[in-house]
């Protein structure tokens, strides 16, 4: 007891006036705080992560033998060196020298050694680097490979102030005229332990056009990559070319375009296995202030907008090479601007409204080439992911004769075209449909004007040729003629309901039949069978969505028996498109849909899936899942 007693109050004395740290043996004492938290724990913080260790003992008494050992290699390091050697613990690095040992290790920026390092005018807070010179190469690399986490600001201070980087260069160029490949190794390491400050002064200098191609050619020099031909400066000063499409009239916008460029082919290419998760985000966070200032720079400047309207909408015959270049040029302003905050989207997006880009859009969706509609509809699904609305009012506020957007996005996602557009025109169908995103009269003008001028070319690939509009037949359209005397006589509407009935006995008659017909010859071809699939999934959105519009559309004409015709397809996808749709009408427990697919005998298409695929698992799920939605 009078040990433990003995050791707390030692603990306590040497907590207050020193600090320690233990490693491996030999032991070496560091400028850490250490303490015994119990009377068999030591507890300790270790200077570069800032993380807490602790260690356990079994016994007391061994706790109390390595702490008394710690002790003593204390009182031994404090005698020999002084008060002023513990003073200069931390200390600096003398010209053309590498640092005392008393600092916490080679690089000599590990921290102060005592209560006179640990103020911010101790000793240990000068840091000297060595001259930059070829023979004290080995030692700049020893120094800054190995800086803790608290001191880079300081070193990255030192660096600009000295102007360190412009005499690096210089030296690289003498090393590599030498061919001496160890002071190549040792440049790749200074300029890595350079880039790991995280210290935007220091990427402003890095990235300089007069220091970027000497700095990326000492990264060339990587010692675990010697054996492979690293060649990052051919490519940047033959492959890859900065071309402005048009103009900035800000040279500052000039400046940050290409300093992104090299800080993305910094992090991505020259060095993505060598840094650390905090040099990744300090060049990440870089970027993102650039591309702050980019958009907002951009967005105050009207002559951009009216020269990028002019390279969008040029004249007759069009140069497709420049208009693709325009439409990149938006794309990658769009995708920029995803990451940006609420604030710079609705400016950029608002110049982008103001000055008729989506008329251009549209034509571009409207051209043969795939690189043009690709590219049009990648900018149309970046504004519809930050405003749908946007979109809407200019489509509401277009004629509906004159009307190009919706058509051409209805043509892309409807034809047999199998460039690969599709998907991303649902997106944008998706979300400019989507209910939940419309308010007060936006929401009935809008969906009104699709259902009444657009929905039945939605449903084409899948339903031939329908009758467009939701309200109830009333015994005139074509799908009633088809059905004879019958049909027409069914035509009347009784108390509102729609009248599914007028094309419901000749699709009863020839259901079972047509569930067994051989697929058109055109469905071998991956366009159709892609537009088909993504018009099910249209449809079931639409289901899920609308409610009275897209109900009395599908009774009308029929659209679901068309639909499960799919269900006998070879195409197994396409097949569970169509069950899905099928699964979704059930799904609503409405009284009308119950109806009619009863009338039409909708379950034989699925029954007969059943039976004729009984090792298809996936479709068996899935007309499992109709079956008993």
Known sequence: MRRSHSLRARLKRLSCCDSFCMRNSPLTILPVPCAASADTILSWQEPETGVDYALSFQEPDGCTEVWEQICAIQEQRNATEGPAGNADGGGGVTEGAPMSAGGGGPSGVGGGGGPSGEGPSGAADQIVLPACELRNLPSIAELLSEVPLMRRAKVAEVILQREYIPQLVDLFSTAEDLESADDLNHLFTIFKGVVMLNNS????????????????????YDPELRCHGVRHRVFLRDVAQFREVVPFSDPVVVKKVKQNFHLGFLKDVVLPRALDDNTFAALNQLQFYNNVNIISSLSNDAKFFEELKLKLQPPEPVDTDDLLLALRLVQELCSVTKTLQLYHRAAFYRKVVDFGVFDALAAAI????????????????????????????????????????????LKVLTSGDSSGEKPQVMEVLRALLDPETMEGREQDDFLNQFYEKHVHELAQPVAGSVQPGTGPMNGTSSAVKSGGSEGAADGAVADGEPSYRSCGSSAAAGSSSDAS??????????????????????LCFCVAKHSYRIKY????????????????????????????????????????????????????????????????????????DARLA
């Open 553 to 624: 559309f599908i009774l009308r004409n029929n659209i679901l028996s068309k639909v499960l015709k799919l269900a006998s397809h070879r195409d197994k996808c396409l097949v569970l498109a169509a069950l899905r749709f099928f699964r979704q009408c059930v799904g609503l427990k409405d009284e009308f849909y119950n109806r009619y697919i009863i009338k039409n005998r909708c379950f034989e298409p699925v029954i007969a899936q059943l039976q004729a695929l009984p090792r298809a698992v996936v479709a068996d799920m899935g007309c499992g």
């Open 366 to 409: 409207e051209r043969p080439e795939a690189a043009l509609r690709l590219a049009a509809i990648d900018v149309l699904l970046a504004s519809t992911l930050h405003d749908p609305s946007l979109l809407r009012h200019h489509v509401l506020q277009q004629l509906p004769a004159e009307g190009r957007m919706l058509p051409a996005l």
């Open 201 to 220: 002064g220091v990427y402003e200098v890095l990235l300089r056009e007069d220091m970027l191609m000497g700095v990326i050619g000492a990264l060339e």
């Open 517 to 538: 017909k051989p697929a058109p010859s055109d469905d071998g071809l991956d366009g159709v069978l892609s537009a088909r699939q993504y018009v099910c999934e249209l």
